[in-house]
């Protein structure tokens, strides 16, 4: 068997056990969750996609926050923000992880953060990380631009 025969042959074998398996569709399921925050039917996907100990990991603070804060957390901005838009840009799998630039809209209908924004709305650019294993979304690293969304609603 020369090198390039057996390069292929293990190729085609890491591609038959499904290490390349193509994770964007359980990732997007995130982002229906962000879009349909108040969602019984998007809440349930979310949670079938995720695990039991997913975290969410937004800044060096160290603080994580668990799946059902998340979800706590979805509820209020159902409330706070029901035109809430996540769409995604961008996607891009390398391995276990899945990277996501997405654009948030929403206007807020009551203070926002401290900003009344008086009926303004924001839109605003996110870069998420989500960590797989099997198949399954372990932990999301997340950055978005919530200081520019502040500034749109105090209408600067």
Same mark, same amino acid.
Request: charged share 25%; glycine share 8%.
């Given at each position: 068997m020369t090198l390039k025969t057996?390069?292929?042959a293990a190729a085609l074998a890491t591609l038959a056990t499904g290490a390349f398996a193509d994770d964007t569709a359980t990732v997007q399921v995130f982002y229906d969750l962000l879009s349909n925050p108040g969602s019984q039917e998007h809440t349930a996907a979310f949670q079938e996609v995720t695990s039991e100990d997913w975290?969410?990991?937004?800044?060096?603070?160290?603080?994580k926050k668990s799946r059902d804060a998340f979800?706590?957390?979805m509820g209020g901005f159902a409330q706070l923000i029901p035109d809430l838009d996540w769409d995604v840009q961008?996607? $891009?799998?390398?391995g276990n992880f899945v990277t996501v630039? @997405?654009?948030a809209t929403g206007t807020p209908v009551a203070p926002f953060?401290?900003?009344?924004g008086q009926g303004r709305s924001f839109?605003?650019?996110?870069?998420?990380? $989500?960590?797989l294993k099997d198949g399954i979304?372990?932990? @999301?690293?997340?950055?978005?631009?919530w200081a520019g969304a502040l500034q749109q609603l105090a209408g600067q």
């Open positions: 057996f390069t292929a975290t969410s990991l937004g800044d060096y603070s160290g603080d979800l706590g957390q961008a996607m $891009h799998q390398d630039r @997405s654009r953060f401290g900003v009344d839109d605003i650019m996110t870069i998420d990380i $989500h960590e979304i372990v932990q @999301s690293y997340h950055v978005e631009d």
